[in-house]
T-cell receptor, first 113, second 117 residues
Framework: AQTVTQSQPEMSVQEAETVTLSCTYD???????LFWYKQPPSRQMILVIR??????QNATENRFSVNFQKAAKSFSLKISDSQLGDAAMYFC??????????FGTGTRLKVLA | DAGVTQSPTHLIKTRGQQVTLRCSPK?????VSWYQQALGQGPQFIFQ???????QRGNFPDRFSGHQFPNYSSELNVNALLLGDSALYLC????????????????FGAGSRLTVL
């Protein structure tokens, strides 16, 4: 079965600093999408950033950017200038085929004031 | 613009009972997916509905069933509840089938927390 692995159960970062969350996946598809979703205590999953596998350029959304290494099947999320509101569970997800997202187990991010 | 709404937000059931969870998709969306999120885990795909038909199913037993109505809203039914069914059930909507170009971003609801005693 295809899997998404997030090896960091928990990470901490000082406010205004930069943190990187790791993710690896194992899809064998040639075309797929990768995502980072944020789940705050309110439980609602919110899309942070999306990467299309056929695009070599790393996606960027304001303070959020990814480092997409296709050959290594690695998809890390970098959060710059961390804010208290960034504290949440972060899930990496793979969409290797129609219909079905595959999520990792999540990384809990704590932001220290 | 209303997002995805789910009801109820919390419920408690006992083993062997049946439960129905409801979901209204985001305005303009026509596809509904259901995910189960156990405590400390990532969401697991249950199934997806489009045009009132189940289009794809994850690795869940037949005790899990669903329905989509003409107004695109959806229900998730779970029969013969087990303790292991305790989880957060997330509904997500999209325009078209997730995976096709431009239609793969899911909008999630806040979930229904099911506790089975």
């Amino acid at each position: 079965a295809q899997t998404v692995t997030q090896s960091q159960p928990e990470m901490s970062v000082q406010e205004a600093e930069t943190v990187t969350l790791s993710c690896t996946y194992d899809t064998s598809e040639s075309d797929y999408y990768l995502f980072w979703y944020k789940q705050p205590p309110s439980r609602q999953m919110i899309l942070v950033i999306r990467q299309e596998a056929y695009k070599q350029q790393n996606a960027t959304e304001n303070r959020f950017s990814v480092n997409f290494q296709k050959a290594a099947k690695s998809f890390s999320l970098k959060i710059s200038d961390s804010q208290l509101g960034d504290a949440a569970m972060y899930f990496c997800a793979d969409l290797p085929s129609p219909y079905k997202y595959i999520f990792g187990t999540g990384t809990r991010l704590k932001v220290l004031a | 613009d209303a997002g995805v709404t789910q009801s109820p937000t919390h419920l408690i059931k006992t083993r062997g009972q049946q439960v129905t969870l409801r979901c209204s998709p985001k305005s303009g969306h026509d596809t509904v997916s259901w995910y189960q999120q156990a405590l400390g885990q990532g969401p697991q795909f249950i199934f997806q509905y489009y045009e009132e038909e189940e289009r794809q199913r994850g690795n869940f037993p037949d005790r899990f069933s669903g329905h989509q109505f003409p107004n695109y809203s959806s229900e998730l039914n779970v029969n013969a509840l087990l303790l292991g069914d305790s989880a957060l059930y997330l509904c997500a909507s999209s325009l078209g089938l997730a995976g096709l170009s431009g239609a793969n971003v899911l909008t999630f609801g806040a979930g229904s927390r099911l506790t089975v005693l």
